[in-house]
């Protein structure tokens, strides 16, 4: 592979540059549950229940929370009541670099 003065893959920087910001705020790390919450976040905003739902749980698990928690703590979800986490009314959403890491995907 072609390489410059780092040392790097030519190909590997421009792919880097890109989606600088996507990859390395989570992508990485980013479990099984917290995609498949991604995913469903995709049609729209939902509930902690409904969330708890999508990756096959009964109930908002520990699994569920921790994911949702690491999803809003780098970026790629937030809370539609900001200021009243505990709201029945609350919903979580997918911000624009949610949006961004779903198209990074591979289909």
């Known amino acids: 592979m072609e390489t410059h003065d780092g040392g790097h893959d030519v190909g ?3 792919g880097h540059d890109v989606g600088h910001d996507v990859g390395h705020d989570g992508d990485h790390d980013l ?4 995609q498949r919450i991604l995913f469903a976040l995709a049609a729209g905003p939902k509930s902690s229940s409904q969330l708890a739902s999508e990756p096959g749980y009964s109930a908002r ?20 009541i900001a200021g009243k986490p505990r709201s029945k009314n609350q919903k979580t959403r997918i911000t624009d670099k949610g949006k ?4 990074s995907q591979p289909e």
């Open 100 to 103: 961004a890491w779903l198209t």
């Open 31 to 34: 479990s099984i549950t917290g």
């Open 12 to 14: 590997h920087d421009v």
């Open 61 to 80: 698990t520990r699994n569920v929370r921790d994911a949702l928690a690491k999803l809003i703590e780098a970026g790629f979800v937030v809370l539609t």
